[in-house]
């Protein structure tokens, strides 16, 4: 069997066979389970959910997520969680989500006032 | 880095299309609103299919564009450009990762899918079985690769299902410095010397072709495509994305006095369309089966990292397992 000859000379010194068909497909689980990423950018901020990665252990998470998230512009804090410990509702529950229509009372621009003071002001000294 | 066109598969003969009409009609009333699909809401079928094998290709794109650039690493002319291209390669890297990521909340494994690009059961970018055989060519492959890519991906970005979506969102932000270093790169070549202009346009005339091929064979309508627009999996036609290419880009390469090895390449001002000679597009078809100049090495240096690097994430999977003295 004929080995590669590459321009890059560390392929060529690698003495990869060509048709070498040996390798044994990978198994289920030999990445490793995954962790979801929070990332913080700068101190004060919140930390966000960025992405996941996967890794053997909460260590190695870390260390991916810092490369895999935070290798550009600023970094200060990194959270990972294990996805398997993220508890959400299914889907079969999505109706909960679905809102009443009228909740105006709970916001700030509901309540108007001003109209009414030049009312009152208005009936108070036309009186 | 690196989507290409679209190349779809076509629909299954063994598979009858049987989505529930209903939830098949609140699919489509929800993209027509514009929202997107989350990986556990309801999907058809195809939908479903067609998007792993478009992100998994991309992914595989990013993974195996790595190892033309990678090449010259070693090599590059200077520190400060050796920073840089490592910088990019990471890049890639980590784009791929966001991919594999992407697909994998439809359903497909990492696993299942570094097995079948190692089988060569799945595809990556076409141009990736070329050589990048001079400095010249990483220029190349940095600004003309990756600017195809953006309008690729800027396009993809606007589909419909949101793990794709948000990987692209971050994939964009990085590919604009690949973009601008590249560029860079070419310029410093184009302003230097006779030298240095020669192996540029040299590279330029080797990666013509290839890119011509990045977007994809002309797409007949088909019923099929149709489809694929309307669900938002498709979001250009190929032809449209090279057009959008060709005009961004023509001009900046002939702004350098570089040439391009196409007589017939010209806009028609009538149409505001470029005109081109169609690439040859059997050669495209060949290397995509595995006959290209490079097909076998980036597939055995992709099998090898996995090989070699085997025992590294056996021993990582269990680091507390300890040797226990037998009991009797």
């Not at chain 1, 512009?73 to 509702?89: A, E, G, L, N, Q």
């Not at chain 2, 094998?53 to 790595?66: P, T, V």
């Not at chain 2, 299902?161 to 990085?174: D, K, S, T």
């Not at chain 2, 169609?278 to 240096?301: S, Y």
């Amino acid at each position: 069997m004929s080995t590669i000859k590459s321009l890059d000379p560390r392929v060529t010194r690698f003495n990869i066979e060509e048709d070498d068909q040996s390798m044994q497909p990978l198994e289920r689980r030999d990445y490793f389970e995954t962790y979801e990423v929070f990332h913080q950018a700068k101190r004060g901020g919140r930390h966000t959910h960025v992405g996941s990665v996967h890794a053997p252990s909460p260590e190695m998470a870390f260390l991916f997520a810092k490369e895999q998230y935070g290798r550009r512009s600023t970094s200060t804090s990194i959270w990972v969680v294990r996805t398997s410990d993220i508890h959400t509702v299914g889907d079969e529950h999505s109706d909960m989500w679905e809102n009443v229509p009228e909740k105006q009372y709970r916001e700030a621009g509901f309540y108007k006032v001003r109209s009414r003071i030049e009312q009152f002001k208005k009936r108070h000294n036309d009186s | 880095m690196y989507g290409g066109g679209y190349i779809f598969d076509k629909p299954l003969q063994d598979h009858k299309d049987d989505d529930d009409p209903v939830k098949l009609a609140e699919f489509e009333a929800r993209i027509d609103r514009g929202e997107k699909v989350e990986p556990h809401d309801w999907m058809p079928f195809e939908y479903r299919r067609q998007l792993i094998r478009l992100i998994e290709q991309h992914a595989h794109s990013e993974i195996i564009g790595a190892l033309p650039e990678g090449t010259w690493i070693t090599r590059a002319p200077g520190f400060r450009r050796k920073l840089a291209l490592a910088a990019k390669v990471q890049d890639e890297v980590g784009h791929a990762q966001l991919l594999y990521n992407a697909a994998e909340t439809l359903g497909k494994s990492r696993e299942e899918m570094i097995n079948d690009l190692i089988s060569g059961k799945s595809k990556y970018s076409n141009v990736f079985n070329y050589p990048a055989k001079t400095w010249a060519d990483t220029a190349v492959i940095a600004w003309l690769i990756d600017a195809g890519a953006i309008v690729n991906q800027v396009t993809n970005s606007k589909g419909s299902y949101a793990p794709y979506c948000r990987a692209l969102e971050r994939i964009c932000q990085e590919e604009s410095f690949h973009l601008k270093y590249g560029y860079d790169a070419v310029v410093h070549l184009a302003t230097g010397t006779p030298a240095q202009r020669e192996v540029l346009q040299d590279a330029l005339n080797r990666w013509w072709p290839p890119i011509m091929h990045f977007f994809g064979p002309p797409d007949n309508a088909s019923v099929h495509g149709e489809k694929l627009m309307r669900w938002k999996v498709k979001m250009a036609s190929n032809d449209d994305m090279r057009q959008q290419f060709l005009n961004m880009y023509v001009p900046k390469i002939w702004e350098l006095e570089l040439t391009l090895p196409d007589p017939n390449l010209r806009k028609n001002p009538e149409t505001r369309r470029w005109e081109y000679t169609e690439p040859d597009w059997d050669e495209f078809k060949r290397v995509i089966n595995g006959d290209g100049p490079c097909n076998k090495e980036r597939l055995a240096v992709r099998r090898t990292a996995e090989e070699r690097g085997k025992w590294v994430r056996e021993a990582l999977l269990r680091p507390e397992t300890q040797y226990s003295v037998p009991l009797s």
